[in-house]
Each structure stands twice: as structure tokens, then as C-alpha cells.
């Protein structure tokens, strides 16, 4: 029999990061997610316009920050982008370790110690972590049921934010790394509004999350933004994956003791497995 289990989309990290900010959580919090542009009071950039030449009005929010006399520019839609992200084990970053190839044998990445746990203020002995090790077959699925989920909540949903065709089924779902490289906190910038862009990026003291993100482009939460008392535990999208046995798998915190990274041959992708006995190649 299939195992039942709910995954949470919940509203864009962005404003989930916010609320953890507002807590004095720096690690898992980020006050300044999905920002697109920053630039000095009097910038004439401030006007934001869409792409139709459309001033964006309520679409925009702007963080002033008096120390520096700036403006941070974000946009609403993004900010309500149903979304999920994941703590990553970059395969390009263990083929480093290793003069640029996967080893062949298993290669043991560290994880979970004591400083993780007390940073992201987990419990060794209550916390349990979600493994998925085949994030192909999780995509695949993902893009099976969200649709589904979709139409069984189009209360809660909204594409009016965005510029396409009324009535198409069509559901975007995109995954990729977060870049904590594109900008530096110090920077003055401006980058051309794309839908959604910014939800992967991050400034890089946050590097170490190695986040991977899955995103509903085009598609809102229906609520309107009030970043003072916007509760995104109430604005979550319910997505059903009755195959994520088959791929994932859960483990204590206590239980675990490290990942491995390993390809059979040189032809074969990368394998990964939990808590697998570490042997020298022969």
C-alpha cells in the first residue's frame, strides 16, 4: 500500500525568511529575499515599470534602510509565489574535493553536527530529515500532482497577477540552485525585472544553506501582502505525492551519521546513500 504524504508549498521563502527574520533568527531568516534592485534615494530607477510600460504600483514594495540611505526594491507577485526549498549536496562541489571527478568509491560528506543542529535550533534527539535521492523522479511526480492540487484549490490561488491567457491549465513549475553569487551586500544594482528571477537569489553570507528552490511561477496566492501581519503558515498549497517512498526516505538526526556520494563507473550518474559504511577503493 502506498504511503500517504502531504507535501507543504508554502508562500515564496522570501516572506517565510522574514518572519523567521523578525524573530532574530539570522541563520534560516533574511530580511531582504527576492530583492531585484537597490539604489540611493533620488534614484529616477524607483519608478518601476513592467514590461508593458506599466508603472507597477501595489506590485512593488520598497525597504528603506536609513544607514545607508538606500532603497531595496522587491515585487509583491514574487514575494507570493507558491514555493519550496531544500538544502542541497552539490555533486560539482564533491567532484572538487576530487581533482574534478565523482569518486568511484563512496566519498563521506559531512553532516548534521552538533553546530548545524544548535544554528538552525533543532533537537538531535526530535528532529528528523526529509532525504530525497532521486530528485528526477520527485520532479517528475511534482509536475503530475501540482497541477492537480491546483485546480482542488483554486479558491486559495490567483494568476491575475501576471500577463497570460485566462483559462490556460498550463502549471510552470521551475527548480534551480540559488546563486549567492550575482550581488554583494555593498552593491548598487539594478536588474531588469524577469518573473520570478529573484527568488534564486541570495546574498553570500547565506552560501551555506546550498539551497535548491521549486517554484508555481505565475500563479499568487489570492491574499493581499501585508508584511506586518501576513501569517504564511495560513497561505500554503497542499500537494499529494503518493509515489515519495519510492525516492525519498526519513531518518533521525540521531540516526544519521553520513551521506555518501558515489558513482559504480565513470558512465553511471551520481548515487547517493544514507548512512552507507565508507570504503577505500581497492
Known amino acids: 500500500m502506498a504511503a500517504h504524504f502531504q ?35 533620488g534614484d529616477s530607477r524607483m519608478n518601476v515599470k513592467d514590461s508593458h510600460g506599466i508603472p507597477m504600483g501595489n506590485h512593488l514594495e520598497t525597504l528603506y534602510d536609513p544607514r545607508t540611505d538606500t532603497y531595496y526594491l522587491r515585487f509583491i507577485p514574487t514575494l507570493l509565489t507558491p514555493t519550496m526549498c531544500f ?84 502549471c510552470e513549475l521551475f527548480a534551480d540552485k540559488v546563486d549567492y553569487t550575482r550581488h554583494l551586500p555593498t552593491d548598487i544594482y539594478y536588474d531588469e525585472p524577469r518573473p520570478s528571477a529573484e527568488l534564486f537569489w541570495k546574498y553570500p553570507q547565506y552560501h551555506f544553506q546550498s539551497e535548491v528552490r521549486v517554484a508555481i511561477l505565475n500563479t499568487n496566492f489570492v491574499w493581499d501582502y501585508d508584511p506586518q501581519h501576513f501569517k504564511y503558515e495560513q497561505h500554503r498549497l497542499d500537494v499529494y505525492l ?35 559504511p565508507y570504503q577505500e577503493e581497492k
Open 87 to 170: 538544502y542541497s549536496f552539490d555533486a560539482a562541489k564533491v567532484a572538487a574535493m576530487n581533482d574534478g571527478k565523482m569518486p568511484i568509491f563512496p566519498h563521506v560528506v559531512s553532516f548534521l553536527p552538533d553546530r548545524y543542529l544548535d544554528e538552525m535550533c533543532y533537537e538531535k534527539d526530535t528532529a528528523s530529515f526529509l532525504f530525497i535521492n532521486s530528485p528526477e523522479k520527485f520532479f517528475e511526480e511534482l509536475k503530475e500532482q501540482v497541477p492537480i492540487a491546483i485546480k482542488q484549490n483554486e479558491n486559495i490561488l490567483t494568476t491575475d497577477r501576471y500577463y497570460h491567457t485566462k483559462g490556460n491549465d498550463d
Open 7 to 41: 507535501l507543504f508549498f508554502s508562500v515564496c521563502p522570501c516572506q517565510a525568511m522574514f518572519d523567521y527574520s523578525k524573530t532574530g533568527d539570522k541563520v534560516t531568516g533574511d530580511q531582504l529575499e527576492c530583492v531585484f534592485a537597490r539604489l540611493k534615494n
Open 242 to 276: 503518493p509515489h515519495l517512498h519510492e525516492y525519498a526516505t526519513i531518518r533521525a538526526a540521531k540516526d544519521l551519521q553520513n551521506i555518501c556520494f558515489f558513482c559504480r563507473s565513470e558512465d553511471e550518474p551520481v548515487m547517493c546513500a544514507v548512512n552507507l
